[in-house]
Each structure stands twice: as C-alpha cells, then as structure tokens.
T-cell receptor
Framework: DTGVSQDPRHKITKRGQNVTFRCDPI?????LYWYRQTLGQGPEFLTY????????KSRLLSDRFSAERPKGSFSTLEIQRTEQGDSAMYLC????????????FGEGSRLTVL | KQEVTQIPAALSVPEGENLVLNCSFT??????LQWFRQDPGKGLTSLLL?????REQTSGRLNASLDKSSGRSTLYIAASQPGDSATYLC??????????FGTGTSLTVIP
C-alpha cells in the first residue's frame, strides 16, 4: 500500500494560467476527496467522488475549478484562469466506503499564483 | 451545518509533560471522529479514529476520547517529546459523506 500520491508537490504559476493537479488514491479506495487549505485554517471541502461519479461539489467552488476521476482510479483537479486568491495547498484524500471510514491524505500540492 | 472548534489554537509545553488537546462540535449526529497530525507544508497524517459508538481509542502514547452527547473529544498525549511538535486537527464525519475540520492546535514541545 503506497498511500495517497499527489503531483506536483509545488506549482508556481502566473495569474491567468491554467493548472492541473493529479491524485492517485490508495488502491481499492472508492471514495476520493479534494480539499483546499490556507495557512492557519483547516481543510475546506471542494468536491468528492464515489468511484468515477462526482457526487458533491462545494457551492463555494468557482466555475473555474473542475475535477474528474475517469475510470474511478486517479483524479485530476484543474483550475482555469488562476487568480492570486487560488494560492493554497490542495489536498487529496481517499477512503474505502465499506470500511471503518478512515480518511487518508496525500502530501498535498502547493499552488502559488504570482 | 456542523461546526468544529479546537482550543487552544497554540500550546507550548516542556518535554515530558502530559497534555490534552480539545475538539468540540455542534451536531452530535456523527458517524466518527478522526484526529490528524500535520507537519508544516505537509499533508495530514491519521492518528486515531473513533467510531460514534466508541468512547475512546488508544495508540501508543496517544489516547482519544469521545463524548458525543456533549459534542466533545480530547486527544491526550503522554510524556510529550520534541518530535510531537506539529499541528493537530480533528475532523468530524457526519452521517453522510462529509468531513468537517477544526482549525487545529499548534503544539510546540520544548526540549
């Protein structure tokens, strides 16, 4: 079990550019979550998937954000036309819905928008 | 909506001291509660998971308790070490599929 893997770990981009983050969950984990975290705050929910289906998306999430989980394995989170306010740590977590319900996080992808 | 509060926001203790971190939540209809550790610039590492039917869980020097009716959980750390310095977050899972996080307690253990 290799844990949740996120790529890239760090991304620096200019305002207006598009960025994409990838998350590989623990194998056999059917549920995958994306969170955003800023300094001194707890993770803020963005969206989650059950297998390949995106079941919920935060109402606070701008239309510039989109996430996919094709084939129910890895997931991508894309941010279009980045803004400085998008600078944050983007965290991916996975769990097996039939188990104890323990959530496992990746190391995160830190985004800096200049 | 579930709200999770962690007090204190920061805590500094000398090495070897026992300490308690607090987590409170507003809605007692929870599925489970999970404690995490987060080192600077890193992701969250799961420490303990307590199901709603349980009162406590232990792992090594860590003991977490849950009082669902009062909306409280505590994380007890025995014989603290400098390596315990990190931010500790609690997360409450509701009866659906949502997790609600506190803002964490930043712990510093002084050698």
């Amino acid at each position: 079990d290799t844990g949740v893997s996120q790529d890239p770990r760090h991304k620096i981009t200019k305002r207006g550019q598009n960025v994409t983050f990838r998350c590989d969950p623990i194998s056999e984990h059917n549920r995958l979550y994306w969170y955003r975290q800023t300094l001194g705050q707890g993770p803020e929910f963005l969206t989650y998937f059950q297998n390949e289906a995106q079941l919920e998306k935060s109402r606070l999430l701008s239309d510039r954000f989109s996430a996919e989980r094709p084939k129910g394995s890895f997931s991508t989170l894309e941010i279009q036309r980045t803004e400085q306010g998008d600078s944050a740590m983007y965290l991916c977590a996975s769990m097996y819905s039939g188990g104890l319900g323990e959530l496992f996080f990746g190391e995160g992808s830190r985004l800096t928008v200049l | 909506k579930q709200e999770v509060t962690q007090i204190p926001a920061a805590l500094s203790v000398p090495e070897g001291e026992n300490l308690v971190l607090n987590c409170s939540f507003t809605d007692s209809a929870i599925y489970n509660l999970q404690w995490f550790r987060q080192d600077p610039g890193k992701g969250l590492t799961s420490l303990l998971l307590i199901q709603s039917s349980q009162r406590e869980q232990t792992s090594g020097r860590l003991n977490a308790s849950l009082d669902k009716s009062s909306g409280r959980s505590t994380l007890y750390i025995a014989a603290s070490q400098p390596g315990d310095s990190a931010t500790y977050l609690c997360a409450v899972r509701d009866t659906g599929n949502q997790f609600y996080f506190g803002t964490g307690t930043s712990l510093t253990v002084i050698p």
